[in-house]
């Protein structure tokens, strides 16, 4: 489990990545990580890409359920706007933001806030996803989740898709996705 690093004294100001693929658990430790900040009254704000329409237009919602209030953005430079005067940022779907997500976290952390990013590490084709390399590189700290194989239930890394859609984007849930392990993914 992820322990916050000590905020008492020295420079603030960090990048936190957390990835996986589908269903591994990703919005459900943002969540987890924004509520203790707020519980240390901390000041948080929320943002997902304005793309994200799955669950919900403004929370973010993890497949279990569990949800918080978030503002969907058109584009990452927005953030630098909204987020003054505040202690941590929490971004959900990072893989959909647009390719000035890494620097405006960079941007952030030197402001002394605590950023924290998840986000799929690959696309269904087992390719890495949008700004998420790039991001994981920039990172302080990663937390690499894994949800369970739905096919031999090993750990799973990858997001198979159930349709023959090619395009990159395409959201969904069980619908169109299972959890697969390496073996079950490269098998089909
Ligand atoms: N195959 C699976 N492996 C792990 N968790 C699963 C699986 N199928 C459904 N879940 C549910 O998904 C939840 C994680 O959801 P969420 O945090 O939204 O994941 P992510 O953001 O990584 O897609 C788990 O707590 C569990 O209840
Ligand atoms: C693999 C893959 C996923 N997506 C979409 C499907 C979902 O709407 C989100 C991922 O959500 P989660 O919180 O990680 O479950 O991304 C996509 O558009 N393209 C892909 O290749
Ligand atoms: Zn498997």
């Avoid at 994200?52 to 359920?65: G, K, M």
């Avoid at 953030?79 to 779907?93: F, P």
Wanted: a negative charge; one cysteine or more; charged letters at 25%.
């Amino acid at each position: 489990m992820f322990i916050e690093p000590s905020l008492a004294g020295g420079r603030r100001g960090w990048i936190e990545v957390i990835c996986g693929s589908m269903f591994s658990g990703k919005t459900e430790e943002l969540i987890r990580r924004l509520k203790r900040a707020r519980i240390a009254n901390l000041k948080v704000e929320i943002f997902k890409p304005v793309i994200d329409t799955r669950y919900d237009i403004q929370h973010i919602v993890s497949h279990d359920e569990s949800r918080i209030n978030s503002t969907p953005l058109e584009n990452s430079q927005q953030i630098l706007l909204l987020a003054q005067d505040v202690d941590v940022v929490g971004i959900d779907e990072a893989q959909f933001f647009d390719g000035e997500l890494p620097q405006v976290c960079d941007q952030l952390a030197l402001r002394g806030i605590r950023v924290i990013v998840a986000g799929l590490d690959m696309d269904y084709l087992g390719k890495p996803f949008g700004q998420m390399p790039f991001l994981l590189a920039k990172a302080d700290y990663i937390t690499k989740l894994h949800a369970i194989c739905v096919k031999c239930g090993n750990i799973a890394n990858y997001s198979y898709r159930k349709s023959a859609d090619k395009h990159t984007v395409l959201l969904g849930e069980t619908d169109l996705y299972e959890p697969r392990c390496r073996h079950c993914y490269y098998e089909e």
